[in-house]
């Protein structure tokens, strides 16, 4: 009933309800996209192509397009170019003058950056366009199957892949402007989601018919462990650790001590899916360096198995560095020290200047330490799943970047729905307090 009221509260907003509207609109023009073939391919000359990416590195990339990738579609190279431009434009903030002024200039400094970014998405997509290129044709001719692979034709297609990622680019700035918002991690968020009714059915089937017995209860027990981690995850999304902030006020010109307290909300997580995104980035180098084969050996076979030992161990270790990384770069100390200092706050017990600076890194490297460990767990955790017997589609969904996003990106959607509620004096989505989003930027793109 309470769900009934809420839909319905929904749909008396007009302008939300418009939002809606839009937002569906261009989801199914993405959809619809990711199904029409490049040309010049004949798409039943694709089995050597979707064989190849149902396993390893290659099904996150054809996760995250949606299936497009092994679909051979003009949306195949997805929004992940963007991604690693702005995570490129990121780093450069981070370390280069230029771009740090930029990040102050406010708006002006922002559209500029957009504007960096898109045009190293541009560079990225005809580096990556021929590369897919090659991969196709090397994927078909293992199948008996010849495709016209001449200088114009790779040229003319690269075009045709470029111009697709950078329409789905236009998608998602249209759903940040026209839709609900959060355009390109929505996008992302449907393109995984397109392919979980396929991997729940397949586990499902494979569970009646291989098992020798209680197969519909293994399948019951999966889903349940399935809620849990996500649960968890977004538990890690969500928790923070508050420090009391103690405000002083002026009474008859004499500054005392006493004023209302106030905390500083310290995200346990505070780097978000990002560590898993640059470990991610890095793991994917040696399919690079070694090419689009499946006869690797030694140490790349080793840096390409997404179930081996070797690989979750080193991208296990990769994203807790990268989570201390990252929270040292995004959460500063010395800045929080001076704010309060400068607004006449203090913590309870801890001196004004180093000695609170000194506090605050100490907390945050505490909770960085757990929420670190449990990111990297989460990571691992689809490795985990497919060797306790999990088909490797459904085992994808019990954990890494796929899992958190999808957690983030419904967060962030609920949380601007509800806010449209709230500011017309509608309940909102739940009945005791209000929906966490994420604070930082761990995913929405």
């Known amino acids: 009933m309470a769900f009934t009221q809420t839909v319905k509260n929904i749909w008396s907003v007009e302008d939300l309800r418009r939002r809606l509207g839009i937002t569906i609109l261009l989801v199914i023009i993405y959809r619809f996209g990711c199904y029409v073939v490049l040309p010049g391919i004949n798409p039943n000359d694709l089995a050597a192509l979707k064989s190849f990416t149902s396993d390893g590195l290659m099904q996150l990339l054809d996760m995250f397009s949606g299936g497009a990738f092994s679909q051979a579609s003009i949306f195949a190279l997805g929004i992940m170019p963007y991604i690693t431009a702005s995570i490129v434009i990121q780093l450069l903030g981070m370390v280069l003058p230029a771009f740090q002024k930029m990040q102050r200039e406010g708006e002006s400094g922002r559209m500029k950056l957009n504007q960096y970014t898109r045009y190293l998405t541009v560079l990225i997509l005809l580096v990556q366009g021929p590369a897919y290129l090659l991969n196709l044709k090397y994927q078909v001719a293992a199948a008996g199957v010849s495709i016209d692979m001449s200088f114009w034709s790779v040229l003319f297609m690269t075009i045709v892949l470029a111009a697709g990622s950078m329409f789905i680019m236009w998608l998602g700035e249209r759903i940040d402007q026209k839709g609900i918002g959060n355009g390109i991690s929505f996008i992302i968020l449907i393109g995984i989601m397109a392919r979980f009714p396929e991997a729940v059915f397949q586990e499902f089937t494979g569970r009646l018919l291989n098992s020798a017995g209680g197969g519909l209860v293994i399948f019951l027990v999966e889903l349940i462990i399935l809620v849990a981690v996500i649960a968890g995850a977004v538990l890690l999304v969500q928790g923070t650790r508050k420090v009391p902030v103690q405000y002083a006020k002026r009474i008859q010109g004499n500054r005392q001590y006493g004023g209302a307290r106030q905390y500083i909300p310290l995200k346990v997580n505070a780097a978000g899916v990002m560590p898993i995104i640059f470990a991610q980035a890095i793991m994917f180098i040696p399919v690079t360096m070694v090419g689009f084969t499946t006869n690797h050996t030694g140490f790349f076979g080793a840096m390409t198995n997404l179930y081996g030992f070797w690989y979750n161990l080193v991208y296990f270790i990769m994203i807790v560095a990268f989570t201390y990384f990252y929270t040292a770069i995004t959460v500063r100390p010395s800045q929080m020290a001076e704010d309060m200092k400068r607004n006449n706050g203090f913590i309870?017990?801890?001196?004004?200047?180093?000695?609170?600076?000194?506090?605050?890194?100490?907390?945050?490297?505490?909770?960085?330490?757990?929420?670190?460990i449990f990111l990297g767990i989460v990571a691992i955790l689809p490795a985990i799943a497919h060797v306790i017997g999990l088909n490797r589609q459904f085992a994808a969904f019990f954990g890494g970047t796929s899992l958190l996003i999808m957690v983030g990106v419904i967060l962030d959607t609920l949380r601007i729905i509800e806010g449209h509620l709230l500011m017309r004096h509608y309940d909102g989505l739940m009945k005791e307090g209000r929906i966490k989003g994420r604070t930082t930027g761990s995913g929405a793109f």
Request: no cysteine.
């Open 348 to 372: 309870p017990g801890i001196k004004p200047g180093k000695p609170t600076v000194e506090y605050l890194d100490t907390i945050m490297s505490r909770i960085t330490l757990p929420g670190s």
